[in-house]
């Protein structure tokens, strides 16, 4: 029961604080679109709707990924690995895996009231290092599977060059051309 009002309480404090990040609408009539956290983040194509409402809510990015795997102890050593070969720095966002949750998380404790305890993905471009799910960058990605993220980018030729270096380090290393939800999620 507890964990039901929490959920509830979480869902419409999210519902408030998503309709204060509105923005400017046009004169042409247009469909409301009401965005959920999981919608927000994980669901990286625009319906038509979103489209008209929230051009500025979506980028096209270009993620260079390294490996994938469901299990985060192999990629995170891989991270450290291709940290020492290029000194890309590693940026965990304060993040971690809770074993309990089979979750990439923030602390439950983060200061962050939203999203403590729960994943909070990269989205905007960078040239860290990081352990992220798939299924933001890539729709039809099984669920729960770990990308490790070398670097999101605003240019397409700008992942290829990193690309071409990674893969010299790790032959897996591959590039996904993701539209991304960059609106606000608070």
Known sequence: MLQLLKKQSFYLALIILLSACETALSDKKTTPVQITKEDSI????QNNNAKDT????YATYFVVVADTSSDYFLLRKKMFYINKQTGIPIDTAGRFYNKVKNLIALPD???DEIYAGDYLPRRFPSNNLSLEYLGL???QAKEKTIALVTGIYETEKRADSV?????KIEKKTFKIKSNMYIGCIH
Request: hydrophobic share 35%; net charge negative; no cysteine.
């Open 137 to 139: 960058y890539q729709k």
């Open 163 to 167: 690309l071409v270096i990674l893969q």
């Open 54 to 57: 929230a051009d500025n809510d």
């Open 42 to 45: 994980i669901n990286h194509t």
């Open 109 to 111: 404790n983060d200061a």
